[in-house]
């Protein structure tokens, strides 16, 4: 096994002799999960879960929809900012090669689920099961690039970020009245049963040489303008919608403890959604927003109907809304989640928050 020193300096070599940017070899990072996660690769898919049209990107630094689900940055954007490393690109891109390579890859894909069913309405994107395959794909390419020890190396090395189970609930489980799924489990089995197939998911990744697993749970999916669209008459938050985080959510963590038993401590990072979104949900003017109820773009009740599209009522300062459109946050609320990540105390994220990890880690490799 490299020592810490020794894969550092190896690192800085390769990325010398790749010609690559202070960037690009920064720690790798991976993404995998649904749109609140996705950074375009929809956009090569003939889906209807995309978000590559206006006004989709607004405030983004090019000023155009890139495929992220955001007025701006997302999540692993803000992460990647704070591991002082550029944004890693969709699997998809063909811009994906070189040096890039050692960026990372962001292998999410809007409409997904922990389950292959869920999402079956939007017909073609990157199920788990796919993304996991395009991870052994990417392997293959980075093995070709710097040779298998070293991409072993990077890969040991690097952040996962995986977001998953939001859609099992909203587009499978209650996506129609006595939908499959919820003919076929009470809503505490079908929990049960989607965190034993998340599990298989994250072992998996172990076995795939991933060490630093960051995964979120669900955020109050009641809360969202979509569902206060659909189901609420008076404003408040879905209760078979909040009920089915409160399950989800504890069974999760106590699965992340049980493998950092297996594996070492920290090794999954139990990140409380519910806990970071619920705060500026509860309370939107303690963060300096003016709604958590309402959608910055969109139509109909609470502008939850439906994506933006340049035909949407638009907000005239995002800054003021905690949603973006019917699920997704603005880019000043995602930020808000991932100062929570880096710095919050155990109540947001455990056993460690990304500074203590990034700070430890840091250590190691010098």
């Not at 794909?137 to 998953?164: D, H």
């Not at 973006?324 to 808000?336: F, K, L, Q, S, V």
């Amino acid at each position: 096994m490299m020592s810490g020193c020794g894969l550092l300096t190896t690192i800085v070599a390769l990325c010398v002799a790749l010609l690559a940017t202070p960037s690009e070899c920064a720690r790798a990072f991976y993404v995998f999960g649904d749109s609140l996660v996705d950074n375009g690769n929809n956009n090569y898919l003939l889906t209807t879960a995309r978000a590559d049209s206006p006004p989709y990107g607004i405030d983004y630094p090019t000023h155009r929809a890139t495929g992220r689900f955001s007025n701006g940055h997302n999540i692993p954007d803000i992460i990647s900012e704070q591991l002082g490393a550029e944004p890693t690109l969709p699997y998809l891109s063909p811009e994906l090669h070189g040096a890039k390579l050692l960026v990372g890859a962001n292998f999410a894909s809007a409409g997904v689920g922990i389950l292959n069913d869920t999402g079956i309405q939007f017909v073609n994107i990157v199920r788990i099961s796919k993304q996991l395959k395009y991870f052994q794909e990417y392997q293959w390419k980075l093995r070709a690039l710097v040779g298998v020890s070293q991409a072993q190396q990077v890969v040991n090395r690097a952040l996962v970020l995986i977001t998953l189970g939001g859609n099992d609930f909203v587009n499978n489980y209650y996506l129609i009245p006595f939908s499959l799924r919820s003919r076929q489990f009470s809503l505490p089995d079908f929990v049960r049963y989607l965190i034993s197939e998340y599990k298989k998911i994250l072992v998996r990744l172990y076995d795939m040489g991933a060490r630093r697993v960051l995964v979120t749970g669900t955020g109050p999916l009641g809360c969202a303008p979509a569902e206060l669209a659909l189901r609420s008459l008076d404003g408040q938050c879905d209760t078979d919608l909040m009920r089915a985080a409160e399950l989800f959510n504890p069974q999760l963590s106590q699965v992340l403890s049980e493998l950092n038993g297996r594996h070492g401590e920290g090794t999954y990072i139990a990140a409380n959604s519910m806990r970071v979104h619920f705060d500026f949900i509860s309370n939107p003017a303690a963060y300096g927003f003016r709604t958590a109820k309402e959608a910055c773009c969109g139509q109909g009740p609470h502008n939850g109907v439906g994506l933006c599209t340049v035909a949407s009522n638009m907000c005239a300062d995002r800054d003021e809304y905690v949603f973006w459109d019917a699920y997704h946050p603005t880019e000043r609320a995602n930020r808000i989640i991932v100062s929570q990540f880096m710095t919050g105390s155990l109540d947001y994220i455990s056993p460690l928050n990304l500074s203590t990890v990034l700070e430890m880690d840091a250590r190691l490799m010098n």
